[in-house]
């Protein structure tokens, strides 16, 4: 006896997403490709501990030594982990590609939902800019000629940008399954070459001193190879090296992003902004942990600054071993850069859908053979070169794209704290009950003080940044948006009845193949 096609587990599957996304007033536009582990491995690959943990060792190093990655790095990866479970029940409530926009606006109404899409926007633009310099730049140091790598050379930066930017927005513009293909590629490269790595510099250390992990010394000033200005505060020095994991450990809300092309969204998506941010935390630990104790000294690799890192994978691997490693973690970076561009490009689309973007009708269009939004695709890989060359210092880069990130990722989770329980009553499955509101709390209190501490020196051009943007986006929004911007098409919290002709129709173009397989 042959089971009803229409009653397989996986039609009942694809039903579910569909009205879920009906019920919040949109219909199926993008190909629902992704299962739970390729959503969970988009955000592994963006947050991808081989690129910020490893282009950002040094702002962890050079503050307070061996202290800031032992005890510096599990603070603050047990705080992402609050912010990725208060986010996983909103994305589990409201899967959408809109993400953090979305839930901004449905819990706070338009203009919160505006801001926070801005925010958002901004953020995965920038932290793009910031993967690819940091890749480029590390690529440098491991196979460029001795003469540029001595000798910084903006332009050169620039162009190697341009070619890193360009060709990832070239595959993505190939649509979803090529990208899920490499994504789910990178979540597996990003462990077994970060294991690789741990191993060969347990191997090769000299020798091991735990001790080193709970050790403070004060690396400020040319100690630390001048990334951080010479203080005596050893508190401040702490919370600064708290940037590496902060920066690190960001987004995680691709799984948000790609909602609409992620079977069984409401549990998937959640599941993979938890998991990812949990791998992350643990494997990144180890990794820089090992990093700290292969050190020779870490008074001299703190001496290099920038270029901390490699300093101590030089002195204690041998060079074709160095080498070889160092390429794989240019490939791991390079497709975490590639991941963004999927994350960020969906922003877009989400955004401009609702009419949030100039040229909204443009942004919005998705390709009827690919079934991705190209426009959008192109559209945040130019923005990211752009901002790139505006701001070519690194550290400036890493800390406005944390800070625009966490801004994007605290508002819709304090609107969620207020509104739990009384105008959001309607929860999805993955649900954290009474967990929800206190982690929530904690979640917006630390968001704030990382903000607080990514403006401080040297990074203070972040405060006329961050407050730059919020002066535009202010202006923006009570002289032109506010009168123009409709939102989303449902703000209401209850799930209204599906539209049944478009429901009908998204699920004949699904079973005619016309958004790829399912």
Same mark, same amino acid.
């Given at each position: ?36 582990? /390729? ?118 930066? %620039? ?70 200005? %010479? ?10 090296? %708290? ?36 791998? /992350? ?15 020779? /000294? ?46 960020? /490009? ?36 130019? %923005? ?135």
């Amino acid at each position: 006896m042959h089971e009803d096609k229409n009653t397989s587990p996986g039609h009942e599957q694809r039903d579910d997403d569909l009205r879920r996304l009906h019920a919040l007033g949109y219909s199926q536009e993008l190909a629902r490709r992704l299962g739970a582990f /390729s959503n969970f491995a988009l955000s592994l690959s963006i947050i991808c501990i081989l690129a910020g943990g490893v282009t950002s060792f040094h702002l962890g190093l050079c503050s307070v030594g061996g202290a800031a990655i032992g005890l510096g790095w599990p603070l603050v990866g047990l705080f992402a982990l609050a912010v990725a479970a208060t986010m996983g029940q909103l994305a589990s409530t409201f899967p959408t590609a809109g993400g953090l926009y979305h839930w901004a606006a449905i819990l706070g109404g338009r203009g919160w939902g505006w801001a926070t899409a801005w925010f958002n926007l901004a953020g995965l633009i920038t932290v793009l800019a910031a993967i690819n310099v940091g890749t480029y730049r590390f690529a440098l140091s491991v196979f460029g000629p001795t003469w540029l790598v001595q000798h910084f050379d903006v332009t050169a930066q %620039a162009l190697g940008i341009v070619a890193i930017t360009l060709s990832q927005a070239a595959i993505n513009h190939l649509g979803i399954g090529i990208t899920a293909r490499l994504t789910d590629f990178s979540g597996y490269w990003i462990l077994i070459v970060a294991a690789a790595l741990t191993a060969c510099l347990l191997v090769f250390a000299p020798a091991w001193d735990p001790v080193r992990l709970v050790t403070f010394a004060n690396y400020s000033g040319r100690a630390g190879g001048g990334v951080w200005p %010479a203080t005596e505060g050893i508190a401040m020095l702490f919370a600064l090296g %708290a940037l590496l994991p902060a920066y690190t450990i960001t987004g995680f809300d691709a799984s948000a992003h790609v909602a609409e092309e992620t079977k069984g969204a409401a549990n998937s998506v959640p599941r993979g902004i938890v998991r990812s941010v949990l791998v /992350s935390g643990v494997a990144g630990w180890i990794l820089l942990s090992t990093v700290v104790l292969a050190a020779p /000294s870490l008074a001299d690799a703190a001496e290099q600054g920038e270029g901390a890192f490699l300093s101590i994978m030089n002195r204690v691997l041998p060079q074709p071993l160095n080498v070889a490693l160092g390429g794989a973690i240019v490939v791991a970076q390079y497709l975490c850069g590639l991941a963004t561009v999927t994350a960020a /490009s969906r922003m877009a689309f989400a955004f401009a859908r609702d009419g949030g973007l100039p040229f909204s009708q443009v942004v919005r269009w998705v390709c009827p053979r690919r079934r991705s939004p190209p426009v959008a695709i192109w559209g945040v890989a130019l %923005a990211a070169i752009l901002f790139t060359l505006h701001t070519p210092v690194y550290s400036t880069i890493t800390a406005v794209c944390t800070i625009f990130l966490y801004v994007s990722y605290v508002l819709p989770t304090a609107l969620g704290a207020w509104e739990y329980g009384r105008s959001w009553s309607t929860m999805g499955p993955w649900n954290l009950g009474r967990w929800y509101r206190p982690l929530a709390v904690l979640s917006v209190i630390g968001c704030l003080g990382l903000i607080a501490i990514g403006m401080q020196p040297p990074n203070e051009r972040a405060l006329w940044v961050v407050g730059g943007a919020s002066l535009v986006l202010a202006a923006g929004w009570f002289a032109v948006a506010r009168h123009h911007f409709p939102g989303p098409p449902r703000t209401a919290l209850r799930h209204t009845p599906d539209p049944p002709d478009q429901l009908f129709a998204d699920r004949q173009r699904l079973s005619d193949g016309q958004f790829a397989h399912d």
